[in-house]
């Protein structure tokens, strides 16, 4: 049975890191995170990039929690509380009482990323993703379909913000992602290693079923509104999906599982 350290005090240091997170994730945490719920704990456990610096739990949880934290290495402080302590700390109410404080793994190249993906390796490249629901959603889909990896723009928000992590359900904790600089030309990387471009667009020539599964293939996606630049567009293959008359777009994550769906069906 994991010792935990009974905490009474919202203002206890110890705990400092769980303090207020709603804004401290608005200014970022420079490479420190928050994973919340059971699930997320989970994937934060089994990580083999990024790992977890303490816990904050109700104290009613230690116990059905206790074959998950016994996992943990045996230096990372388990804090317990109540509930009313912890939801004082995070500064809302915290229904699932479950807290991780992460620290991330160095950033990937994106390079790297790229050169290390297998033959018929399936890339989902970002571009401008702002919102933390569909970026959660995504890598979410991308772990599902069996992905390699994730790229970034730089325009795009952080898939280890606490929202993006619980929507993805942790897997944005275990698929590998990179992000590009400000003025990294994407669709010349992607090709220089090998990758076929698709940009999803509803004014895209080519309908998903038509496009061949096979060899490397980045899939690109933009912000919901904007969609892509015109100047990435011109470089890709435009695909679109199908849909009813009068109906111009999906959101955006349900895009990526359509077409990672499609991408992906038949491989092992």
């Not at 571009?127 to 569909?134: E, L």
């Not at 970026?135 to 280890?160: E, K, Q, Y």
């Amino acid at each position: 049975m994991v010792a935990a350290i009974l905490i009474d005090d919202p203002a206890d240091p110890r705990i400092a890191a769980y303090c207020d997170i709603r804004e401290r994730d608005l200014v970022g945490r420079q490479g420190q995170f928050i994973a919340e719920g059971e699930v997320v704990l989970a994937m934060l456990v089994r990580s083999t990039r990024h790992r977890a610096a303490s816990l904050l739990i109700d104290a009613k949880r230690i116990e059905s929690l206790a074959p998950l934290l016994e996992q943990l290495p045996p230096d990372v402080p388990v804090y317990a509380a109540t509930q009313a302590v912890i939801s004082a700390v995070a500064g809302f109410p915290l229904h699932r009482g479950i807290l991780a404080h992460g620290i991330a793994a160095p950033a990937l190249e994106v390079e790297r990323l790229l050169e290390d993906a297998p033959a018929d390796a399936v890339i989902v490249a970002l571009s401008a993703i702002a919102n933390h629901d569909n970026m959660g959603g995504i890598f979410r889909n991308a772990a599902a379909f069996g992905a390699t990896g994730v790229v970034l723009d730089a325009d795009c928000c952080d898939p280890l913000y606490r929202k993006a992590i619980r929507v993805s359900v942790g897997t944005s904790l275990t698929l590998p992602f990179a992000r590009l600089a400000r003025g990294d030309d994407m669709p010349a990387l992607l090709v220089a290693a090998g990758f076929r471009v698709l940009a999803l667009s509803p004014s895209g020539v080519t309908d998903l079923h038509e496009v061949p599964r096979g060899g490397r293939v980045a899939l690109v996606l933009g912000a919901e509104g904007p969609g892509l630049a015109q100047s990435l567009m011109e470089r890709a293959e435009n695909v679109r999906i199908r849909m009813a008359a009068g109906v111009d777009s999906l959101n955006v994550a349900t895009t990526s599982g359509i077409v990672l769906h499609h991408l992906t069906a038949g491989r092992g």
